[in-house]
């Protein structure tokens, strides 16, 4: 090792004293010539790389914090295995990667990207891509408002325009506690671009000093991950507990589990820790077989329905499901939102919402809506039975 004086060092050897200058170290790596003329031959004869062309230079931080053997173990292991990871992460991770080729535009970028509630108007759109011909498709009622699904031209497009497509959500039901909370920043292009990146498979590093949103990007992104790939499972890690505190008190999602210390400390009505969700879903198992008995009710269903969850799937399956298949059948091609409100069969178990669920002003395609809304609160009501059975 030599200091930026081009003095060797070594703190090793007592009799070398004397600390070294400047803040630059020179790593001199010694050959042995005689296996180096075996691998240069064999390179020549039979090609591949010269794997003295690159070299990985591992370095301790402190003294304390020496966990060579430990790292050489990891990789040796993960060199020996077949992991179940995509090649770009196992190169990368390894340090034998180009972390350029493990950008999203390197891979296999979405064609189509549903930003979810990232943009807050069609102003924010065009700010996030500057530069950019953007062509915007109204919703079903004919606006163009938030949420947002773009579609992003494919490299031999040329100077196609990005698609930016408006729709409405699903209705998620009658009761406020089922709104999920919407986001209210308006993310920069920069940001923007890392929420993009981060959506996409690949290696996304997002850098700034404190205070330039880093963690409410992340939280974006995993957002919409989320509601991108529904049925995929995030693994969030973090440096510390205090940023993984930071990043699950800005995600109001419901399907969330905790592991490390200083669970406690988190400032939300939930407990995310381990035992926290298995003491969550057990009280929660109860008021779900609650609602089922008084959905029963509310049908004419006398029968003790919510003595299990098991019980309570059959009556789902056997009364709920049939008579929603039953309405949707007799509303099919109806154009009159009376007709629709009138056939709607539910109406005496979401009598309890804080505000009606359907109204005067609503045409067919509103008293639609809304009733779906109501069915797709059953279904979450089946779902999360199901889940805790």
Known sequence: MLDSEGKIFNNLDPQLRG??????????????????????????????????ETFNVIMKRKAQENNFKAILECIRDLMNTNIVVPEWLHD????????????????????????????????????????????????????????????????????????????????????????????????????????LAGTNEGFAQVVGPPGTGKTDTAVQIISNIYHNFPHQRILLVTHSNRALNDI???????????????????????DFSKWGRVQYMLGKRLELLEEVGRLARSIGITADVEYS?????????????????????????????????????FHEFFNDAPESVFNSSMDSKDAMRAAQGCFRHLKVLQHSMRRSH
């Open 19 to 52: 600390l070294p200058q400047g803040q630059e170290r020179k790593v001199r790596v010694r050959l042995d010539s005689a296996q180096y003329a075996i691998d240069a031959a064999y390179k020549a004869q039979h090609g591949g790389d010269l794997v003295y």
């Open 92 to 195: 990368v991770l390894l340090g034998y990667g180009d972390p350029q080729e493990s950008h999203y535009t390197s891979l296999t970028p979405l064609q189509t990207v549903d930003f979810n509630d990232t943009f807050l108007d069609q102003s924010h759109v065009k700010e996030s891509f500057p530069n950019k011909k953007i062509e915007f498709k109204p919703n079903a009622k004919g606006s163009v408002a938030p949420p947002f699904r773009v579609q992003f031209p494919s490299s031999n497009e040329g100077d196609a325009p990005i698609v930016c497509e408006s729709y409405l959500p699903p209705e998620p039901g009658p009761y406020p506690e089922l709104k999920r909370k919407t986001n209210s920043i308006r993310f920069t292009p920069a940001q923007v671009d890392a929420i």
């Open 248 to 270: 699950f008190e800005k995600i109001a999602e419901r399907h969330l589990l905790r592991l490390g210390h200083e669970a406690e400390t988190l400032e939300t009505q939930e």
């Open 309 to 345: 969850c098991e019980t309570a799937q059959h009556f789902f399956l056997f009364n709920i499901v049939a008579r929603w298949e039953e309405f949707e059948d007799r509303v099919k091609d109806c154009t009159d939102p009376t007709k629709i409100i009138e056939r709607f069969p």
